[in-house]
Protein backbone atom coordinates (compact mmCIF):
# COMPACT_ATOMS: atom_id res chain seq x y z
CA UNK A 1 0.00 0.00 0.00
CA UNK A 2 1.03 3.73 -0.42
CA UNK A 3 2.08 5.76 2.21
CA UNK A 4 4.07 8.90 3.21
CA UNK A 5 5.35 9.65 6.37
CA UNK A 6 6.27 12.89 7.68
CA UNK A 7 9.06 12.49 10.79
CA UNK A 8 8.83 16.33 12.11
CA UNK A 9 5.96 17.28 13.85
CA UNK A 10 6.84 20.91 14.19
CA UNK A 11 9.63 22.48 11.99
CA UNK A 12 10.65 26.19 13.37
CA UNK A 13 12.51 28.11 11.27
CA UNK A 14 13.92 32.46 11.51
CA UNK A 15 12.62 34.93 8.38
CA UNK A 16 14.99 35.12 5.62
CA UNK A 17 16.45 31.40 6.36
CA UNK A 18 16.03 28.56 4.11
CA UNK A 19 13.53 25.97 5.56
CA UNK A 20 13.15 22.01 4.61
CA UNK A 21 10.24 20.18 5.62
CA UNK A 22 10.58 16.53 5.56
CA UNK A 23 8.26 13.61 3.53
CA UNK A 24 9.30 10.21 3.09
CA UNK A 25 7.59 7.89 0.78
CA UNK A 26 6.66 4.03 0.35
CA UNK A 27 4.93 3.18 -2.95
CA UNK A 28 4.50 0.06 -5.27
CA UNK A 29 5.56 1.43 -9.12
CA UNK A 30 5.83 4.92 -10.12
CA UNK A 31 5.45 7.77 -7.33
CA UNK A 32 3.36 10.39 -7.55
CA UNK A 33 3.83 13.06 -5.00
CA UNK A 34 2.15 16.13 -4.38
CA UNK A 35 2.89 18.71 -1.31
CA UNK A 36 -0.14 20.76 -0.29
CA UNK A 37 -0.78 23.67 2.85
CA UNK A 38 -3.20 24.49 5.26
CA UNK A 39 -4.07 27.88 6.71
CA UNK A 40 -6.18 27.85 9.61
CA UNK A 41 -9.79 27.42 9.20
CA UNK A 42 -8.89 27.27 5.31
CA UNK A 43 -8.87 23.97 2.93
CA UNK A 44 -5.43 22.89 1.48
CA UNK A 45 -4.07 24.83 -1.12
CA UNK A 46 -2.16 22.65 -4.02
CA UNK A 47 1.82 23.88 -3.89
CA UNK A 48 3.73 21.26 -6.18
CA UNK A 49 3.50 17.77 -7.98
CA UNK A 50 6.07 15.44 -9.13
CA UNK A 51 5.36 13.19 -11.75
CA UNK A 52 8.49 12.45 -13.30
CA UNK A 53 10.72 14.35 -15.01
CA UNK A 54 13.17 16.92 -13.00
CA UNK A 55 13.53 15.83 -9.58
CA UNK A 56 13.25 19.55 -8.19
CA UNK A 57 10.57 20.54 -9.09
CA UNK A 58 8.82 24.16 -8.64
CA UNK A 59 5.72 25.26 -7.17
CA UNK A 60 3.70 28.14 -5.38
CA UNK A 61 4.88 30.92 -3.44
CA UNK A 62 8.32 30.37 -4.17
CA UNK A 63 8.55 26.59 -2.66
CA UNK A 64 10.55 23.67 -4.79
CA UNK A 65 10.35 20.08 -3.42
CA UNK A 66 13.05 17.52 -3.89
CA UNK A 67 12.75 13.88 -5.53
CA UNK A 68 15.45 11.58 -4.22
CA UNK A 69 14.38 8.04 -5.87
CA UNK A 70 16.74 6.21 -3.69
CA UNK A 71 16.43 7.82 -0.36
CA UNK A 72 12.42 7.70 -1.37
CA UNK A 73 11.91 11.50 -0.16
CA UNK A 74 10.51 14.27 -1.40
CA UNK A 75 11.39 17.50 0.86
CA UNK A 76 10.08 20.98 0.51
CA UNK A 77 11.93 23.57 0.35
CA UNK A 78 12.31 27.52 0.50
CA UNK A 79 15.69 29.54 -0.33
CA UNK A 80 13.84 32.20 2.54
CA UNK A 81 10.96 31.57 4.78
CA UNK A 82 8.56 34.25 5.23
CA UNK A 83 6.62 34.73 8.38
CA UNK A 84 3.16 34.18 6.26
CA UNK A 85 4.67 30.65 5.27
CA UNK A 86 3.73 29.72 8.72
CA UNK A 87 0.86 27.10 8.29
CA UNK A 88 0.69 23.14 8.45
CA UNK A 89 2.20 21.39 5.16
CA UNK A 90 0.98 18.03 3.85
CA UNK A 91 2.79 15.56 1.65
CA UNK A 92 0.42 13.35 -0.22
CA UNK A 93 1.07 10.36 -2.47
CA UNK A 94 -1.64 8.86 -5.37
CA UNK A 95 -2.84 6.06 -4.57
CA UNK A 96 -2.13 2.89 -6.81
CA UNK A 97 -5.23 2.37 -9.14
CA UNK A 98 -7.74 4.57 -11.35
CA UNK A 99 -9.23 6.30 -8.64
CA UNK A 100 -6.57 9.28 -8.24
CA UNK A 101 -7.49 9.71 -4.54
CA UNK A 102 -4.36 10.66 -2.00
CA UNK A 103 -2.55 9.23 1.10
CA UNK A 104 -1.50 11.99 3.58
CA UNK A 105 0.82 12.20 5.86
CA UNK A 106 0.11 13.43 9.52
CA UNK A 107 0.82 17.11 8.83
CA UNK A 108 4.05 19.33 9.65
CA UNK A 109 3.70 22.75 11.49
CA UNK A 110 6.04 25.31 9.92
CA UNK A 111 6.89 27.97 12.65
CA UNK A 112 8.82 31.37 11.05
CA UNK A 113 9.50 33.32 13.58
CA UNK A 114 10.31 37.26 12.49
CA UNK B 1 -12.65 31.88 -10.91
CA UNK B 2 -14.34 29.98 -8.15
CA UNK B 3 -13.11 27.43 -5.88
CA UNK B 4 -14.58 24.47 -4.25
CA UNK B 5 -17.51 25.50 -1.87
CA UNK B 6 -18.75 23.49 0.75
CA UNK B 7 -21.92 24.51 3.04
CA UNK B 8 -22.04 24.96 6.43
CA UNK B 9 -18.59 25.93 7.27
CA UNK B 10 -19.80 24.70 10.75
CA UNK B 11 -22.47 21.80 12.00
CA UNK B 12 -23.07 21.12 15.76
CA UNK B 13 -26.05 18.58 15.98
CA UNK B 14 -26.39 16.01 18.58
CA UNK B 15 -25.96 12.20 18.78
CA UNK B 16 -28.23 10.40 16.83
CA UNK B 17 -29.39 13.21 14.74
CA UNK B 18 -28.93 13.05 10.76
CA UNK B 19 -26.69 15.97 8.95
CA UNK B 20 -25.84 16.79 5.05
CA UNK B 21 -23.05 18.17 4.18
CA UNK B 22 -22.67 20.64 0.48
CA UNK B 23 -20.30 20.75 -1.82
CA UNK B 24 -19.87 22.51 -4.99
CA UNK B 25 -16.79 21.73 -6.89
CA UNK B 26 -15.13 23.90 -9.39
CA UNK B 27 -17.49 23.66 -12.71
CA UNK B 28 -16.18 21.30 -15.53
CA UNK B 29 -14.55 18.87 -12.93
CA UNK B 30 -15.90 15.55 -13.40
CA UNK B 31 -13.98 13.98 -10.57
CA UNK B 32 -15.07 14.75 -7.33
CA UNK B 33 -13.47 13.84 -3.67
CA UNK B 34 -15.13 13.50 -0.14
CA UNK B 35 -12.16 13.18 2.73
CA UNK B 36 -12.38 13.22 6.15
CA UNK B 37 -10.05 15.31 8.83
CA UNK B 38 -9.42 14.15 12.35
CA UNK B 39 -7.73 16.83 14.86
CA UNK B 40 -3.86 16.34 14.70
CA UNK B 41 -4.40 14.27 11.31
CA UNK B 42 -3.91 14.48 7.63
CA UNK B 43 -7.08 14.15 5.54
CA UNK B 44 -8.57 10.51 4.84
CA UNK B 45 -10.59 9.66 1.70
CA UNK B 46 -14.15 8.48 2.15
CA UNK B 47 -15.41 8.42 -1.42
CA UNK B 48 -14.82 9.73 -5.00
CA UNK B 49 -17.33 10.16 -7.86
CA UNK B 50 -16.64 10.36 -11.38
CA UNK B 51 -19.69 11.53 -13.16
CA UNK B 52 -22.87 10.93 -11.27
CA UNK B 53 -21.40 7.44 -9.97
CA UNK B 54 -19.60 6.58 -6.68
CA UNK B 55 -16.78 4.93 -8.61
CA UNK B 56 -14.99 4.31 -4.75
CA UNK B 57 -16.24 4.32 -1.74
CA UNK B 58 -14.29 2.20 -0.10
CA UNK B 59 -13.30 4.79 2.71
CA UNK B 60 -16.21 5.31 3.67
CA UNK B 61 -16.31 4.17 7.71
CA UNK B 62 -20.10 2.41 8.05
CA UNK B 63 -23.55 2.09 6.43
CA UNK B 64 -24.09 5.49 8.43
CA UNK B 65 -21.98 7.45 5.73
CA UNK B 66 -23.64 8.00 2.37
CA UNK B 67 -22.97 10.66 -0.82
CA UNK B 68 -25.05 11.59 -3.62
CA UNK B 69 -23.66 13.61 -6.78
CA UNK B 70 -27.53 13.25 -9.15
CA UNK B 71 -26.38 15.71 -11.79
CA UNK B 72 -22.63 15.21 -11.39
CA UNK B 73 -22.04 18.43 -10.04
CA UNK B 74 -23.12 19.52 -6.48
CA UNK B 75 -22.21 16.50 -4.04
CA UNK B 76 -23.95 16.00 -0.79
CA UNK B 77 -22.27 13.62 2.32
CA UNK B 78 -25.32 12.05 4.39
CA UNK B 79 -24.39 11.03 7.89
CA UNK B 80 -27.31 9.08 10.02
CA UNK B 81 -27.33 8.71 13.65
CA UNK B 82 -24.34 10.35 14.33
CA UNK B 83 -22.25 9.24 16.62
CA UNK B 84 -19.94 11.67 19.15
CA UNK B 85 -16.74 10.18 16.76
CA UNK B 86 -18.03 11.53 13.90
CA UNK B 87 -16.52 15.00 14.92
CA UNK B 88 -14.31 15.97 11.93
CA UNK B 89 -13.43 18.44 9.22
CA UNK B 90 -15.31 17.06 6.33
CA UNK B 91 -13.85 18.61 2.99
CA UNK B 92 -14.59 17.87 -0.64
CA UNK B 93 -11.81 18.19 -3.26
CA UNK B 94 -12.55 18.00 -7.35
CA UNK B 95 -10.09 17.37 -10.28
CA UNK B 96 -10.47 17.69 -13.96
CA UNK B 97 -10.29 14.03 -14.16
CA UNK B 98 -8.54 11.21 -12.74
CA UNK B 99 -5.23 10.68 -14.62
CA UNK B 100 -2.11 10.84 -12.43
CA UNK B 101 -0.92 14.42 -13.42
CA UNK B 102 -4.40 15.78 -12.52
CA UNK B 103 -4.37 17.99 -8.99
CA UNK B 104 -6.79 18.46 -6.84
CA UNK B 105 -8.11 21.48 -5.47
CA UNK B 106 -10.51 21.39 -2.35
CA UNK B 107 -12.92 22.87 -0.51
CA UNK B 108 -12.64 25.24 3.24
CA UNK B 109 -14.17 22.08 4.68
CA UNK B 110 -16.98 21.53 6.90
CA UNK B 111 -16.27 21.37 10.48
CA UNK B 112 -18.95 19.16 12.18
CA UNK B 113 -19.26 18.76 16.16
CA UNK B 114 -21.25 15.97 17.40
CA UNK B 115 -22.77 16.51 21.10
Known amino acids: AQSVAQPEDQVNVAEGNPLTVKCTYSVSGNPYLFWYVQYPNRGLQFLLKYITGDNLVKGSYGFEAEFNKSQTSFHLKKPSALVSDSALYFCAVRDGGATNKLIFGTGTLLAVQP | GAGVSQTPSNKVTEKGKYVELRCDPISGHTALYWYRQSLGQGPEFLIY????????DSGLPNDRFFAVRPEGSVSTLKIQRTERGDSAVYLC?????????????FGPGTRLTVL
Open chain 2, 49 to 56: FQGTGAAD
Open chain 2, 93 to 105: ASSKGTNFYNEQF
